[in-house]
């Protein structure tokens, strides 16, 4: 895939059907938040919102929109993982069916870190055993049946580290082989449901080497930053530099990559992505960028899911206006 002339770029945004990724039964409430910000059984899903950011984000050009599943489907291979007010499959294949009516690629992720799997319920405490296993083989499957077979699978793989369980009632993270062996594992299980398995890079920063002779190119990569890019003035600190670098040490080392930004740190962070991008990194393994605003699809995060997908059009328009169809 070649996007040399920048008309195959993916443009997207990420939107929850379930946000039960960080915290726990038993996490200690963060201060300053909204009630529904913290766990809860239901899904913080809701539907009226949800039809609200579809078109909106199509509207905005985008060309897919990245759904974080969880525990948001009453699957048929695991309900006892289900979230009481999950959606059913029927429901979820009409939504995803009005997506794709407005243009829009679904792309499903499963986060499978060890820090962001509090969607597994009971298999999070069962990581890397026979048990668990099987379920993420079925579970995978089940939701590349559901969207039709997708081109990408997003595994997550992100933050399995203490700092980002620093309040659950148990903190769970993978020796280095272990590591590498589950990741194989899910790789291979997407790419036999004819998925191309998809990553945060994050493991990159910190862990180079190992990264570069153990990481195949088949996975795609998503390095992620949200802050500000320092170009005449010192970074404010050296992992904020190591992590943009990380963009072109993946390039340099032909990763196909989709850089990801945000809204959440810093309001020019979308534009500065792009522009970085555009002039560092070989469009032949640039397949796109994505913006993740970082917020559930209820009534309070509608301004935050239209503010990333217009900041992202915006950029689009300032870095990539070549890309962009001319409005009506």
């Excluded at 993916?10 to 910000?37: A, C, F, I, R």
């Excluded at 272990?178 to 920063?205: Q, T």
Aim: charged fraction near 25%; aromatic fraction near 16%.
């Amino acid at each position: 895939m070649s996007n040399t002339d920048n008309k195959n770029l993916l443009w997207g945004s990420m939107v929850y059907l379930s946000n039960h990724m960080w915290n726990d039964e038993n996490s200690q409430p963060k201060p300053y938040l909204p009630k529904d910000w913290e766990f809860c059984e239901n899904i913080n899903t809701d539907i009226k919102v949800w039809d609200q950011i579809m078109p909106f984000i199509a509207k905005k050009q985008c060309n897919f929109v990245l759904i974080d599943v969880g525990d948001g489907i009453k699957f048929d291979s695991h309900p006892e993982i289900s979230a009481p007010n999950a959606w059913s499959k029927e429901f979820v294949s009409k939504k995803l069916a009005e997506m794709r009516a407005m243009g829009l690629e679904p792309i499903p992720k499963l986060n499978f870190s060890a820090g962001h799997d509090t969607w597994m319920k009971k298999y999070r405490r069962m990581i890397s055993t026979p048990e668990y296993y099987a379920f993420c083989a079925d579970i995978i499957k089940e939701v590349c049946e559901i969207f039709g077979y997708p081109r990408l699978f997003h595994l997550g793989f992100d933050e399995e580290n203490s700092e980002a369980q620093w309040n659950y009632e148990i903190a769970i993270k993978r020796g280095v082989e272990l590591w590498w062996h589950d990741l194989y594992f899910l790789c291979d299980v997407c790419e036999k449901h004819g998925a191309r398995p998809w990553i945060w890079s994050d493991y990159l920063w910190r862990h180079e080497e190992t990264f570069l002779k153990r990481m195949p190119k088949s996975v795609v990569q998503s390095n992620w930053y949200y802050s500000q890019f320092q170009t005449t003035a010192p970074y404010e600190t050296e992992l904020k530099k190591r992590i943009v670098d990380c963009y072109e040490i993946l390039d340099k080392h032909g990763y196909d990559q989709i850089p990801t930004c945000s809204i959440t740190s810093e309001k020019l962070n979308p534009i500065q992505t792009l522009m970085y991008g555009k002039e560092n990194l070989n469009p032949d393994h640039l397949l796109g960028y994505l913006i993740t605003p970082w917020v559930s699809t209820f009534e309070y995060g509608l301004y935050i899911h239209h503010f990333a997908a217009d900041a992202l059009y915006l950029s689009r328009k300032y870095a990539y206006p070549e890309t962009l169809k001319e409005e009506q």
